[in-house]
């Protein structure tokens, strides 16, 4: 088992819509195959226009109702965005987004949006965001990398947030170890693991909020494989925890 | 911001009661100032003793109930470990353990056991367990490192287990970056990360389940401070999800 490296990409310019993500972290170091690269999910919506401003959104009367005296453009936006509300108390709210993503304010962010006035939403489509990411990589560099398109969630039981993933390409975002046996010869039931999300924690690590430091490579894995960030999501009817 | 480096503490032996984590961890590499050394559960609880074995075990009504059929025993260590049973589906569990963390079995795992018939329980004080192995790191090498004891964690509304901190000593375990401003001059509300969760996610990465690799150096870092695992166990007047 060798050992992993965490590699900031530093040096990349603010993003706005139009942006080759792809060649900007291509051009700042050099990757190798079965590198991960990890970019938050705040530059590749940028990239993606994925902004609206708060000027001329009509809140509804939910979102009046939710904003609790708060701006209730912000929630109109979130409502917009959210396929359901799980729970609220004015004016938070944790919505399940239409990716099935169980998250604050569905994903919608004023925190590092590029002015004020304006909220950064999701991407549509994040594994496909991550697919044209490792796309651009593949043609650019000839490397075989894995992408994950990354976003910050708070957690049910435990406080703080970590950097979990909303898309991935390139990977097996779960690794699945059931019916293979432990060094005593137990065989490890439900031990699924969670790589991408655990990708993402890492490589939040040396991204950090403050740095500007919004991709890393995480270096020294083999997940290369297929899959969804929607493996992620937790069917309702397996969620023993709710 | 340096790159992040995930070291695998290689060729440590099976761990028995007794054995000193410290210095065997101290023996294997070159530890150095700020490094955090994560450490699995596992390993710290056999160390410490925290086994049960199910012969002997006298399975109370609850703990039948909670079977559903399967092996009462283990319902009822689970039961001698839980603060309280928060959902149930026979054989299933979710449990609040006396630490306050809200997890699949109150913690207690027959997987990677010594042997069959046995269970391993969290440790009693996961902080103190810690804080001895650190001490013990310090008394050997001189150097200041941090230590974290992790565990495999189920989420809710996500697939997978990701490891987390259940103990930490010489970190801080939250990165509070509350009331600081982002590059967009907005104020960054709520980003309180928890490092120590991230911490152990990276190096469950080259811990794996299998391969035998119970520990591994974090390096690369600058979270040394003071703090509690307890600080990552969300109050349920606070938990917005539930």
Redesign the interface.
Known sequence: ?P??????V?GLP?IAKGDDLGELISQKLELVDADVVVVSQKVVSKAEGRIVRLEGVEPSARAIELAGGHDARHLEVILREAARI??S?PP?V?AETRHG??C?SAGVD???????GTLVLLPVDPDKSATVIRGRIGQLTGCDVGVVVSD?F???????????AIGVAGIA??AD?RG?V??????????????A???A??A???M??????PAAV?R??EVRGRGSAR????PPE?????
Request: proline share 5%.
């Open positions: 088992m050992e992993l490296r965490v590699i900031p530093e603010e799980v729970r108390r938070l944790i993503f169980v604050a004023a925190s590092n949006a590029p002015e004020a910050s708070g957690r049910p039981f435990r406080t703080g947030i970590v950097d979990v975002p779960l170890w293979q432990d060094s005593a010869g137990h065989e490890l039931r439900s031990t699924v693991i969670a790589v999300d655990e990708i924690s890492a939040e690590l040396v950090g909020k403050l740095a500007g430091v995480v020294g894995l493996e992620l999501v937790m397996r969620n023993l925890f709710i």
